[in-house]
């Protein structure tokens, strides 16, 4: 059975930090993994999708990282700022089904 | 282009009552998806459409839930009788079908949800 493990579950950094947020999962058959942010009371918003041939994705301070092998994915944020708190959740696609983390709850402090 | 759209964004009803809300997905995303997400928790899969036919609903509690795509659009899913433990927020999304998975465009979009609470 999949599951999708994100650490940490909680993070509070000053602004301007890069960060990292982690994300594995324990079965490499994955089609495409996402990584999605969702503010408070709002729904999902789909950041970047890496399909399982891919090793990285990038969409302006962001950069998501693929390792099949090894089960892991990671959300490099760069220069971080007051606008980038939210909960950021990634998913595996697998059997036409996303399998979900828990989210991490990103902080930055001004 | 146009986002997924949900009605009602909020909704208060006491238990025993019954629900309903509307999703309107992407043109031309052949799937389409309700999840419920608790508190502090990834989304939970609740209903997957193809078109207009349904492809897992295996997690849906089919004696208060039910959900329907006519004319594989727009969807709605009710909950009667409401019990406390549905309190939650229901997120509609839609994608591609999954034939298309290798498109740089597939991927998948969320509308605002619908939180409900159960009194």
């Known amino acids: 059975k999949q599951e999708v493990t994100q650490i940490p579950a909680a993070l509070s950094v000053p602004e301007g930090e890069n960060l990292v947020l982690n994300c594995s999962f324990t079965d490499s058959a994955i089609y495409n993994l996402q990584w999605f942010r969702q503010d408070p009371g709002k729904g999902l918003t789909s950041l970047l999708l890496?399909?399982?041939s891919q090793r990285e994705q990038t969409s302006g301070r962001l950069n998501a990282s693929l390792d099949k092998s090894s089960g892991r994915s990671t959300l490099y944020i760069a220069a971080s700022q007051p606008g980038d708190s939210a909960t950021y959740l990634c998913?595996?696609?697998?059997?036409?089904?996303?399998?979900w983390g828990a989210g991490t709850k990103l902080i930055i402090k001004p | 282009e146009a986002g997924v759209a949900q009605s009602p964004r909020y909704k208060i009803i006491e238990k025993r009552q019954s629900v309903a809300f509307w999703c309107n997905p992407i043109?031309?995303?052949?799937?389409l998806y309700w999840y419920q997400q608790i508190l502090g928790q990834g989304p939970k899969l609740l209903i997957q459409f193809q078109n207009n036919g349904v492809v897992d609903d295996s997690q849906l509690p089919k004696d208060r839930f039910s959900a329907e795509r006519l004319k594989g659009v727009d969807s709605t899913l009710k909950i009667q009788p409401a019990k406390l433990e549905d309190s939650a927020v229901y997120l509609c999304?839609?994608?591609?079908?999954?034939?298309?998975?290798?498109?740089?465009?597939?991927?998948?979009?969320f509308g605002s949800g619908t939180r409900l609470t159960v009194v």
């Open positions: 999304a839609s994608s591609l079908s999954p034939w298309d998975r290798g498109s740089p465009n597939y991927g998948y979009t």
């Open positions: 890496i399909q399982s």
């Open positions: 043109s031309g995303h052949a799937t």
């Open positions: 998913a595996v696609e697998r059997n036409y089904q996303l399998i």
